[in-house]
């Protein structure tokens, strides 16, 4: 049996911080969003094991104490969404992973973040509900990401298909959230958590990273600071740096005042933050795509799935010579639908394949219902389709 | 950052080949990590490109497990097997469920003490070696996959250098067993040259 390490020894922080230096590395996506997070300025983990979530865990209890970071094991996942609602608040960048039965545990802390406008990333390892379901991939989360939270709050919600992504996106994450001042969500499938791929790290250079805007940025002297004034993205101040912190989840003015009552501060305060993230969804929400011209069939996909969609595509055109064409969601929430409108003109079918029972088919059909004869979702449960299944389900409603 | 590519009507997207590996067993006999290593040699030391998924039970252990890798030149995009290449068969369970998967010709490797029955044995190159007990005259049945690697190796000498497989194991064991699951890896590599497998 090995020694037992003290608990001094065990919060040892080592001197140099060590990042991943730039090259191609061999790693799981539970990993590398890890490696992500500390690239993104991250110095906060705190978090509750989970399957299919565990390997994040596990890896950020190594990885952020070596670059002077600081690693928590909560009681609970509501705890952990706390815990990262107060570390924003002290200042530094915070994040934590999980899967299903701990997302909806965080939910009202996710609720609590967008009404205090607090800059966080929660990464859902998705596996099979409802209840315990499976440990298994899913899909089955992407409606609580964006409804989940009680109230009228808008989120931002991304889906890496690859381990690169889960490295790439995790940086956009943090970006997105120190930007707007909000909650971000990467919603990832089992399939890509526990996938092991190559890994391609650029210099830390070349990571263009972003920092939440400060009153002090701004020119503001702190007796002319509104903490929820100023811009649609209010400048966050720190704690222990002359100006006034203050911490508000109810309804508040931009003086940061919750003693009047009054139906128009409800309105302007919820329609702020609504407007902050939907209002600039062409900013925030990135759409990919492949193959569209002249297509009469398109699929509509993201994260994992969207891998198997190239693949049906690629055969279907080697096959039979059928022109399928691709568009792919990278971000889920706040929804691209003009984006989507812009790109998709007149087409037959839109196939919409997902670990679900259909659950991105109906914000796809609100969009595009007068560009197309017909949405079809494809569902898939426990397990990614094959591009079979896909073919056969586009064969069968085009023939 | 977005993205967006064109096709002029009927051409023709170019298909990459890939090599499909899947290995299938119980939690407990290295499924996951043989996986691992597979993967890590031809993306890191071969400069291939290629993606590991797992599946497993609830039961970490004695439950049903798999493992498949992909490997290509070119970029990689449903991750799983469609129809594979090399199927590594660890119990008759695990053969049972995914022989149907194998193609015609493909290469099955297993162990004859716990699968017994190969159905239409015929249309595979079917090599048996005996790696459990193999391993356990090496040092414990933990080692049953470094000795299945090493069986694996001459197959795949086509593709991959044994330099690069010894490096991955070294990458992926605890540094303590180093030495002897390398030591596994030889002698099952000795007994696939020595034709010993078929």
């Not at chain 1, 020894?9 to 730039?22: C, N, Q, R, Y």
């Not at chain 1, 400060?214 to 002359?242: C, R, T």
């Not at chain 1, 509509?300 to 010579?321: F, K």
């Not at chain 2, 993967?39 to 493992?67: D, H, I, M, W």
């Amino acid at each position: 049996m090995p020694k037992k390490a003290r608990r001094s020894e065990a919060a040892t922080i080592s001197p140099e911080p060590h990042f991943l230096k730039p090259g191609k590395y061999y790693l799981q996506g539970n990993q590398a969003c890890i490696e992500g997070a500390l690239m993104a300025g991250c110095c906060v983990y705190a978090g509750y094991p989970i399957t299919p979530a565990v390997e994040t865990m596990e890896y950020a209890s190594k990885r952020f104490p070596q670059v002077g970071g600081r690693f928590i094991q909560m009681e609970d996942e509501i705890a952990s969404a706390c815990a990262l609602i107060g570390s924003s608040w002290g200042g530094v960048k915070a994040m934590t992973a999980t899967s299903g039965p701990g997302f909806s545990l965080m939910q009202e802390a996710i609720s609590i973040a967008i009404m205090s406008e607090t800059p966080m990333v929660i990464i859902d390892i998705q596996r099979a509900g409802p209840g315990q379901g499976y440990i298994t991939a899913s899909q089955q989360d992407i409606m609580q990401a964006r409804w989940g939270h009680h109230g009228d709050g808008p989120i931002i919600a991304l889906a890496p298909s690859s381990v690169q992504e889960m490295f790439d996106l995790t940086i956009e994450a943090f970006n997105l959230s120190e930007r707007w001042r909000t909650p971000v969500l990467v919603m990832v499938e089992e399939t890509v958590g526990h996938m092991w791929e190559s890994l391609i790290v650029p210099s830390r250079d070349e990571i263009e990273v972003i920092e939440r805007k400060k009153p002090q940025d701004l020119g503001i002297m702190p007796q002319d600071y509104l903490p929820w004034g100023h811009d649609i993205v209010a400048p966050m101040a720190n704690w222990g740096e002359g100006y006034n912190v203050n911490f508000v989840a109810l309804v508040h003015l931009e003086d940061g005042n919750i003693s009047r009552y009054s139906p128009q501060a409800n309105y302007h305060c919820v329609e702020r933050l609504q407007n902050k993230i939907e209002g600039n969804v062409n900013q925030i929400a990135r759409i990919e795509t492949k193959f569209l011209e002249g297509c009469k069939h398109i699929i509509v996909c993201y994260g994992a799935v969207s891998r198997t969609a190239m693949e049906a595509i690629i055969d279907a055109r080697e096959m039979s010579g059928l022109e399928l064409g691709y568009v792919r969601l990278v971000t889920l929430w706040p929804f691209p639908e003009e984006k989507l409108r812009e790109i998709i003109g007149d087409v037959d079918t839109i196939f919409v394949p997902e670990m679900n029972l259909g659950m991105m088919k109906h914000p796809i059909t609100e969009a595009l219902r007068d560009r197309c004869r017909k949405v079809v979702s494809i569902p898939s449960l426990g397990i990614l389709h094959s591009p079979e299944y896909i073919l056969s389900k586009i064969y069968e409603e085009i023939s | 950052m977005s993205t967006q590519g064109s096709l002029k009507r009927g051409c023709k997207v170019e298909k990459n080949e890939r090599f499909e590996i899947r290995i299938a067993g119980f939690g407990g006999q290295g499924v996951v990590t043989i996986g691992r290593i597979l993967g890590e040699a031809f993306t890191l030391y071969e400069g291939k490109n290629s993606v590991n998924t797992q599946s497993y039970g609830p039961e970490s252990r004695g439950g049903a497990c798999r493992s498949e890798v992909v490997v290509s030149e070119g970029e990689i995009h449903y991750p799983n097997v469609r129809k594979a290449d090399l199927f590594i068969a660890f119990s008759q369970v695990a053969l049972n469920t995914y022989i149907a998967d194998l193609r015609e010709g493909g290469i099955l490797l297993l162990d004859p003490s716990s699968v017994k029955d190969v159905p239409r044995r015929d249309k595979y190159q079917v090599y048996e070696v005996p790696t459990m007990e193999m391993a356990h005259n090496i040092g414990g049945v933990k080692f049953q996959n470094s000795v299945a690697l090493g069986a694996l190796y001459p197959l795949i000498a086509h593709m991959i250098k044994e330099s690069s497989l010894r490096k991955a194991i070294s990458g992926n064991v605890p540094p303590e067993t180093v030495e002897i699951n390398l030591r596994a890896f030889e002698r099952g590599m000795r007994y696939a040259k020595e034709g010993k497998a078929k």
